[in-house]
Each structure stands twice: as C-alpha cells, then as structure tokens.
T-cell receptor
Framework: SQQGEEDPQALSIQEGENATMNCSYK?????LQWYRQNSGRGLVHLIL?????REKHSGRLRVTLDTSKKSSSLLITASRAADTASYFC????????????FGKGTTLSVSS | DSGVTQTPKHLITATGQRVTLRCSPR?????VYWYQQSLDQGLQFLIQ???????AKGNILERFSAQQFPDLHSELNLSSLELGDSALYFC????????????FGAGTRLSVL
C-alpha cells in the first residue's frame, strides 16, 4: 500500500521557474526521502530529511517536513530541462533498515 | 552509475513460465531490496534481504521468491507468470543503518505475453 501521496500528479513549467511538489504520508516516520526517476530508469536519491528536522537544502533543492501534518514539500528552484523526471517521496517506519514506502510520484515536465 | 547491477535489462516470456532476475549490490552494501513498478500499482516493495537472511516482506506473491547468496548478490524468481506480472523490477541496496538511503539498479523490464 502507498504510504506517501504526491501532489500534483503532473506539473508542467518553463525553464527558470520554480517547481513545488507535495507529499503526504500516513504513519510515524524515521526519515523522509525524495527520489528522482528519469523515464524508465532507476531511482536516484536526492535528499533525506530526518523526522526531527523541519527544512533541508541541497543545491537547488529545498525540502520541508511538517510531522504534525504528516506532509513534506520539495522545491526545485530555477528549473532546467534536465529536471524533467518523476519525483517520489519515500518514507520508512520508525525502525532502521525497513523498506521504503513510495508514493505514486509527481511527473515534472520542464520546457525550454 | 549507482553501483547496483541488474541483469537482464529486458525479459520477454510467455504466461506460465519462470524467470530469474539477478542483482549485484554496491560494494559493501549488506541490504538488498526488490521492488516492482507498474503503471497501476506504482512502486511496490516486495522483499528485503540483509546479509543473506530475509529481513522484511512486502506485497510479494507466493509465486515469487528471492534469495541472497554469500557473495551478497540476490536473485528474484518469478514463476507461473501471468500477464499482470509485466512490470519493471528494481533492485536496490543500502549499507543499512538509520538513514536507509537506497541505491537503485537500472531495473529489469519484464514483459509477459
């Protein structure tokens, strides 16, 4: 079953614009991660935020986490055509080493 | 390159057949995870092995089985294949620990005709 649900399902923007994706989850978590998947390829880890953190930055990525609302957002600033991909949030239970539960993803299309 | 190797990249087979998917984890990673990705179900966790032992089970059908060998590579066996088993199968590995960052292979695309 899906733990995370991303919103929106699809997003189309122009190069240079910011893209924001949201994720909601159901149970208490240890960490929340965001992954990117280019069409038909494997997933690539982007960023991890711990349950006791509220915000994290990595390059053009900014992730926020609100554990009271069980939600997270991923902001990609100054989008590029190369950012075109599907983005998934993934959560794990409060026990280290358990499998990740992925949402259905947001498909981002960045046009030049 | 994630360092996780999956073979074969593509597999076409008929209903009722049995196939084996292979995964070599990143050097040093003890945990291997198998996931199935389909359009309708999304990315579903199947099973996890840690240092040769089964650690967790997800939505894995009884027709599917897996194992992890002493050299840490893993195989996913799918038998009595049905049309609905057509999907992308991913293997991921991690060193384990609290962060649980997983590194994914490029996947095996299975087509059951």
């Amino acid at each position: 079953s899906q733990q995370g649900e991303e919103d929106p399902q699809a997003l189309s923007i122009q190069e240079g614009e910011n893209a924001t994706m949201n994720c909601s989850y159901k149970t208490s978590i240890n960490n929340l991660q965001w992954y990117r998947q280019n069409s038909g390829r494997g997933l690539v880890h982007l960023i991890l935020i711990r349950s006791n953190e509220r915000e994290k930055h990595s390059g053009r990525l900014r992730v926020t986490l609100d554990t009271s609302k069980k939600s997270s957002s991923l902001l990609i600033t100054a989008s590029r055509a190369a950012d075109t991909a599907s983005y998934f949030c993934a959560t794990d239970a409060k026990k280290a080493g358990t499998a990740l539960i992925f949402g259905k993803g947001t498909t981002l299309s960045v046009s030049s | 390159d994630s360092g996780v190797t999956q073979t074969p990249k593509h597999l076409i087979t008929a209903t009722g057949q049995r196939v084996t998917l292979r995964c070599s984890p990143r050097s040093g990673d003890l945990s291997v995870y198998w996931y199935q990705q389909s359009l309708d179900q999304g990315l579903q966790f199947l099973i996890q092995y840690y240092n040769g032992e089964e650690r967790a089970k997800g939505n894995i059908l009884e027709r599917f089985s897996a194992q992890q060998f002493p050299d840490l590579h893993s195989e996913l066996n799918l038998s009595s294949l049905e049309l609905g088993d057509s999907a992308l199968y991913f293997c991921a590995s991690s060193v384990g620990g609290a962060k649980n960052i997983q590194y994914f292979g490029a996947g095996t695309r299975l087509s059951v005709l």
